[in-house]
């Protein structure tokens, strides 16, 4: 470990010290962190499921959260219903072929979003075209969105039935604190469905 050079141990600590900083701006979403929690809770207890869309390291946590609910979080318990809408790769690259890939998540929904789900999307700007295209079929489906953002929200804030707004612009640290809030979302759905395997 000497032969490190110190150089890396800076930026090492500089960035742990940025992202505990974004991380640590959490706990001004509560309010909207719990919101999407009972939001999914609501869903889920009607038969709904969740769905989840997004692009790059956002369709990485799009997958992520998908396989939280639908495999196991933090105890051992039933499956939940959800969905990744980025996972697919044929129905991804012949909806992109066909009719534009602003249209990729938008055509999923409608073949398979009931009024009574959810859609969550996740983008740093707030302006990817194909989730904002989605989120606004969502309205006219009867589909609740949730919104996971950048600081500003983008064309999803207007979208979004519940946006949760990360206040700070660096793609990195935001999608380090989507994860963090889609952990602890899971962890509130999980906790409160199944409170005997708590």
């Known amino acids: 470990?000497?032969?490190?050079?110190?150089?890396?141990?800076?930026?090492?600590?500089?960035?742990?010290?940025?992202?505990q900083a974004v991380i640590s701006a959490i706990t001004s979403l509560a309010a909207p962190i719990g919101q999407a929690a009972d939001l999914w809770?609501?869903?889920?207890?009607?038969?709904?499921?969740?769905?989840?869309?997004?692009?790059?390291?956002?369709?990485a946590d799009a997958q992520?959260?998908?396989?939280?609910?639908?495999?196991?979080f933090l105890t051992d318990r039933e499956p939940m219903p959800a969905l990744s809408l980025t996972v697919d790769t044929s129905s991804l690259?012949?909806?992109?072929?066909?009719?534009?890939?602003e249209t990729v998540f938008s055509r999923q929904l409608k073949g398979i979003g009931r009024q009574g789900d959810v859609l969550v999307g996740l983008s740093t700007s707030g302006n990817s075209r194909n989730v904002v295209n989605?989120?606004?079929?969502?309205?006219?489906?009867?589909?609740?969105?949730?919104?996971?953002?950048?600081?500003?929200?983008?064309?999803?804030?207007?979208?979004?039935?519940?946006?949760?707004a990360v206040p700070d612009a660096r793609t990195n640290h935001i999608q380090?604190?989507?994860?963090?809030?889609?952990?602890?979302?899971?962890?509130?759905?999980?906790?409160t469905l199944y409170p005997n395997n708590a």
């Open 134 to 164: 989605a989120f606004a079929l969502a309205r006219t489906m009867g589909v609740r969105t949730v919104g996971l953002t950048g600081q500003h929200g983008g064309a999803m804030a207007e979208l979004s039935d519940i946006l949760i």
């Open 1 to 19: 470990m000497s032969d490190i050079p110190s150089s890396h141990h800076q930026t090492v600590a500089a960035y742990v010290d940025q992202a």
């Open 93 to 101: 690259t012949a909806i992109s072929n066909d009719f534009g890939y």
């Open 64 to 72: 992520h959260l998908a396989a939280e609910l639908l495999g196991r």
């Open 41 to 59: 809770i609501e869903s889920l207890r009607a038969g709904g499921k969740i769905l989840f869309c997004g692009n790059g390291g956002s369709a």
């Open 176 to 191: 380090e604190a989507h994860i963090t809030i889609g952990h602890l979302i899971c962890a509130i759905v999980e906790t």
